[in-house]
């Protein structure tokens, strides 16, 4: 039987640590606030961001929401995100992806100063992660070494293959691993022999999209297998990129889709907020 990474569990542990701090901060005058802007009403995009909200609810972020309907101009985007650049009393700013087709993403990413970029999005964050410079790191791969380190699960000198190359993601997720000591790969939809690298891994981290792609075929027996992915199978049931069912009488330890790395990412983003009050 694998073990599995209970991410909902860990996730909780670190919003309660973040709590404390808050509440210690709170104490001394000083709040924090997170500014989540959303254009459009996308199902998906809202439950997300109202998860955010109920976060800092619970850690004790104010968060301040800005809502545009849907056919709002790229300037006037900009604009309310210049706004919110100036205002000292915001510590983070978050802009929910994905924009309509008419909004330059990467505009709207760069002019997120870097100070308040909780996202770890804006060029110069992810330069710093590639050189080990201080700043936010995307909060999806940041929870999966949380996850891994709470889990005692060492990275040093472990062959890491990272399936999957998003700038989000994948990318962050390769310096990261990196970051930590371990031997790293990235497989990508062009790389050729893929199962021969992926049964490589003793640390298999998989951000493909593509719903029960990774089967044991792709598992190295005794590997850790962290799952990215979440999506919605056949039977309307959410499921991740790997094919658990398959794929967990071989390994070490496994994280389950819903439950393992999802909950991490709001707990990460949470904790960049934190830093940036700091
Ligand atoms: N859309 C899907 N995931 C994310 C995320 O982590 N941050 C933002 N801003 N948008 C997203």
Request: aromatic content about 4%; hydrophobic content about 40%; overall charge negative.
């Amino acid at each position: 039987m694998a073990y599995i990474i209970d991410g909902k569990k860990i996730s909780k542990e670190i919003k309660d640590e973040l709590k404390e701090k808050v509440a210690v901060f709170k104490a001394q005058g000083k709040a924090a606030c997170l500014a989540v802007i959303q254009v459009g009403e996308d199902p998906a995009s809202s439950v997300y961001v109202n998860n955010k909200k109920k976060a800092c609810e619970y850690i004790g972020i104010d968060s301040l929401s800005v809502q545009f309907p849907p056919n709002v101009t790229e300037a006037e985007l900009l604009g309310k995100i210049e706004e919110l650049n100036r205002d000292e009393k915001v510590n983070g700013i978050l802009v929910q992806l994905p924009l309509p087709k008419h909004i330059d993403e990467d505009k709207v990413i760069k002019t997120i100063m870097p100070e308040k970029d909780v996202d770890g999005f804006h060029p110069q964050s992810v330069g710093a992660l590639s050189i080990g410079q201080k700043g936010f790191v995307s909060c999806t791969p940041a929870g999966v070494i949380e996850l891994l380190e709470r889990s005692g699960i060492e990275i040093e000198g472990k062959e890491c293959v990272v399936m999957g190359r998003s700038n989000i993601v994948g990318k962050p997720m390769a310096m990261l691993l990196l970051r930590e000591n371990g031997t790293v790969t990235i497989t990508h939809s062009k790389t050729a022999n893929i199962k021969e690298i992926t049964k490589r891994a003793d640390i298999l981290v998989v951000a493909v999209g593509k719903p029960k792609m990774v089967d044991s075929s792709y598992v190295k027996e005794g590997a850790v297998v962290i799952d990215v992915g979440i999506h919605r199978d056949q039977n309307n049931k959410l499921c991740g990129d790997v094919d658990y069912a398959d794929v967990e009488p071989h390994v070490q330890a496994i994280t389950p889709v819903p439950g393992g790395v999802g909950p991490m990412t709001i707990a990460m983003l949470m904790k960049n907020c934190v830093s940036s009050m700091e």
